[in-house]
């Protein structure tokens, strides 16, 4: 027994550990956020379940060459470049969207301090949000569905061109009228770029996130996925409730004051140096209200 502790004793005597500097430390702090980020945002997608897939393909291959499958390893290893192309291709959706996020304003700041890409011009006046806030009340009133996207530093040129152009000042009755039920120009979203209503019946990509309420139809699932792959601020207006709800940065506040959709706006208006964040505390507000509210 006490030779098998001097045997334990000399191995780790004769261990040369790697010495650790500050550039180390650093480089782990990154790897440990950029993992963390990574796994926080495919458990909200679709690839979550496909990487969970891949995990029991790698069990699998790691028990193959434990016990020694060669026919197998053999295998994989011929078709490897076909394997990690049909990730690519699976993922794509995915993949495009967190890379969008990943240039998104709100990140670069985090990742990047000195970033000074700062827009202090009004995006729109005090008229076009008093518009917007009365067409959303007025419509949720008479129970009629909107879809309005204020657009922001991202440009919506890709969506704007699957509507019809307008090119319009806002007012609150022709917002009303375009989706008065049964006319031309009520399907879709319209897209607002300051204080013009730039085009109607867009098409937008649909939220994949499984968090949100099962009772949400394709309307709210479409604001919330613009909000998602743009800095974009959603207002929306529920058919079958009449309730004004807002999506911004990937998350959902519904049946919303109007005041607090006024103050949304006027947050990202642009008129003083604004930070996005506090949109987001309003939005986390709302939610916290919300579970108060159905317990």
């Not at 679709?46 to 699998?60: D, K, N, Q």
């Not at 917007?132 to 040129?157: C, H, P, W, Y």
């Not at 207006?237 to 004051?257: D, K, M, P």
Request: proline share 2%.
């Amino acid at each position: 027994m006490a030779n098998l502790g001097q045997m334990l004793t000399d191995y780790i005597y004769k261990i040369s550990l790697p010495r650790i500097g500050l550039i180390d430390i650093i480089e782990i702090l990154l790897i440990s956020f950029f993992v963390y980020q990574f796994m926080r945002w495919i458990k909200t997608t679709r690839a979550y379940m496909l990487l969970r897939g891949i995990l029991v393909l790698l069990l699998f291959l790691f028990l193959a060459y434990v016990f020694r499958m060669n026919t197998i390893l053999w295998i994989v290893k011929t078709i490897s470049t076909v394997l990690i192309t049909g990730i690519i291709v699976i993922f794509q959706p995915e993949l495009r969207k967190a890379l969008e996020q990943l240039g998104q304003k709100g990140l670069v700041s985090v990742m990047l301090p000195f970033d000074t890409q700062k827009e202090f011009t009004e995006r729109f006046t005090d008229k076009t949000i008093n518009e917007i806030v009365r067409a959303s009340f007025d419509m949720g009133a008479v129970k009629t569905g909107a879809l309005i996207v204020v657009e922001q530093n991202v440009l919506l040129s890709e969506y704007e061109r699957t509507g019809i152009m307008l090119d319009s000042l806002i007012s609150s009755q022709l917002l009303i009228n375009i989706f008065e039920h049964n006319t031309p120009l009520h399907d879709g979203a319209v897209i607002v770029r300051g204080n013009r209503l730039v085009a109607a019946t867009c098409y937008l990509p649909l939220s994949d996130n499984m968090f949100l309420s099962k009772q949400l139809g394709t309307r709210h699932r479409a604001g919330v996925g613009i909000s998602e792959v743009s800095d974009s601020l959603t207002v929306l207006v529920s058919e079958e409730t009449g309730q004004v709800s807002i999506a911004y940065g990937g998350e959902l506040a519904r049946n919303v004051t109007s005041a607090e959709l006024k103050e949304a706006l006027v947050k990202i208006q642009n008129k003083t140096r604004n930070d996005n964040r506090k949109i987001r505390q309003l939005l986390k507000g709302r939610e916290k209200h919300e579970k108060k509210a159905g317990q």
